[in-house]
């Protein structure tokens, strides 16, 4: 399936990208929505694009290559900001926590149940921890905390326990096949391994304590009246972000204080039926906007 930005429409009316502005995606992947804030900063605004995955970026050069040097991409963790922005320097940071189709797609990546392919798991092909270690070599009572965890899987024990008897296993199509008998059977909308595969990838690439870290760094970088767009694709990563907006809406009782955020999206904005329609994949989706004051 071709990469399709998620919420593309949505994304843009939050950032509400504007000439000559400076805005930052700090999950760029293929470019999708970084074309978008482009061409409407356009003729001059500039964008910094940051991924992990060096596949992404290089397909993310090409798709923003007409743009020239108002584009900067940049092999990092969003949680580097720090070096490569001022404070108080952008007009937008846009943080798109989901898998791109580029990712999901290749099985060699080892994300996805649905092609066989290794027990990978990681944004940066560099990084030390891949799922293969989880699976085959964390203790049960670990494995299972995981599960329930990262996973809110309520079959996390019995799933562990059934991945310990199996080892070694080598393959998605190997993990999801036990954790499938597991369970016992297909749940009604979702593949049974779906949860477990989800708790493997934030626990491999350290995805909530990234989110931790990158939202107050966010804020830093903008601008007051800069925006903050995140994406988020499960209950624990909006839970954060809904979490660190509101704890930042109003003073803490020292009358020094004021607020730093204003609310745009009281509520999260989920994707059209159409759009979930055209793309299966945003159903879950769930964006959140915040202004700095």
Same mark, same amino acid.
Request: one cysteine or more; proline letters at 6%; a positive charge.
């Given at each position: 399936?071709?990469?399709?930005?998620?919420?593309?429409?949505?994304?843009?009316?939050?950032?509400?990208?504007? /000439?000559?502005? +400076?805005?930052?995606?700090? =999950?760029?992947?293929?470019?999708?929505?970084?074309? !978008?804030?482009?061409?409407?900063?356009?003729?001059?605004?500039?964008?910094?694009?940051?991924?992990?995955?060096?596949?992404?970026?290089?397909?993310?050069?090409?798709?923003?290559?007409?743009?020239?040097?108002?584009?900067?991409?940049?092999?990092?963790?969003?949680?580097?900001?720090?070096?490569?922005?001022?404070?108080?320097?952008?007009?937008?940071?846009?943080?798109?926590?989901?898998?791109?189709?580029?990712?999901?797609?290749?099985?060699?990546? !080892?994300?996805? +149940?649905?092609?066989?392919?290794?027990?990978?798991?990681?944004?940066?092909?560099?990084?030390?921890?891949?799922?293969?270690? @989880?699976?085959?070599?964390?203790?049960?009572?670990?494995?299972?905390?995981?599960?329930? %965890?990262?996973?809110?899987?309520?079959?996390?024990?019995?799933?562990?326990?059934?991945?310990?008897?199996?080892?070694?296993?080598?393959?998605?199509?190997?993990?999801?096949?036990?954790?499938? %008998?597991?369970?016992?059977?297909?749940?009604?909308?979702?593949?049974?391994?779906?949860? =477990? +595969?989800?708790?493997?990838?934030?626990?491999?690439?350290?995805?909530?304590?990234?989110?931790? =870290?990158?939202? /107050?760094?966010?804020?830093?970088?903008?601008? $007051?009246?800069?925006?903050?767009?995140? @994406?988020? +694709?499960?209950?624990?990563?909006?839970?954060?972000?809904?979490?660190?907006?509101?704890?930042?809406?109003?003073?803490?009782?020292?009358?020094?204080?004021? $607020?730093?955020?204003?609310?745009?999206?009281?509520?999260?904005?989920? $994707?059209?039926?159409?759009? @979930?329609?055209?793309?299966?994949?945003?159903?879950?989706?769930?964006?959140?906007?915040?202004?700095?004051?």
């Amino acid at each position: 399936m071709a990469h399709v930005p998620v919420l593309y429409n949505e994304v843009l009316a939050g950032l509400q990208p504007k /000439p000559g502005g +400076f805005y930052i995606d700090g =999950t760029v992947g293929a470019g999708g929505h970084a074309a !978008g804030i482009l061409e409407r900063s356009g003729p001059d605004g500039r964008l910094l694009g940051l991924d992990r995955d060096p596949a992404a970026l290089e397909v993310a050069r090409a798709a923003l290559a007409c743009f020239g040097e108002r584009v900067q991409l940049e092999r990092a963790s969003y949680t580097e900001l720090a070096r490569y922005v001022a404070e108080g320097s952008a007009d937008g940071v846009l943080l798109d926590l989901g898998l791109s189709s580029l990712q999901l797609d290749d099985p060699a990546r !080892g994300f996805a +149940f649905r092609h066989d392919g290794p027990l990978d798991m990681r944004y940066d092909p560099d990084a030390a921890l891949n799922a293969a270690e @989880i699976v085959n070599e964390w203790p049960l009572d670990e494995l299972a905390d995981l599960l329930y %965890r990262y996973g809110e899987e309520r079959h996390s024990r019995r799933i562990a326990r059934a991945i310990v008897a199996a080892r070694p296993l080598r393959t998605t199509g190997e993990l999801a096949k036990v954790v499938a %008998r597991a369970v016992g059977g297909r749940r009604a909308k979702i593949h049974p391994a779906t949860r =477990t +595969f989800q708790a493997l990838r934030i626990a491999v690439n350290g995805e909530l304590e990234a989110l931790q =870290t990158v939202l /107050p760094l966010a804020v830093r970088v903008l601008k $007051p009246g800069g925006r903050l767009v995140v @994406i988020s +694709f499960h209950s624990l990563e909006d839970r954060i972000v809904k979490r660190f907006i509101r704890a930042h809406l109003r003073p803490d009782g020292d009358a020094k204080n004021v $607020p730093t955020l204003r609310e745009v999206t009281r509520k999260p904005v989920e $994707p059209a039926e159409a759009e @979930i329609a055209a793309n299966p994949r945003a159903r879950s989706a769930r964006l959140r906007v915040a202004e700095k004051v």
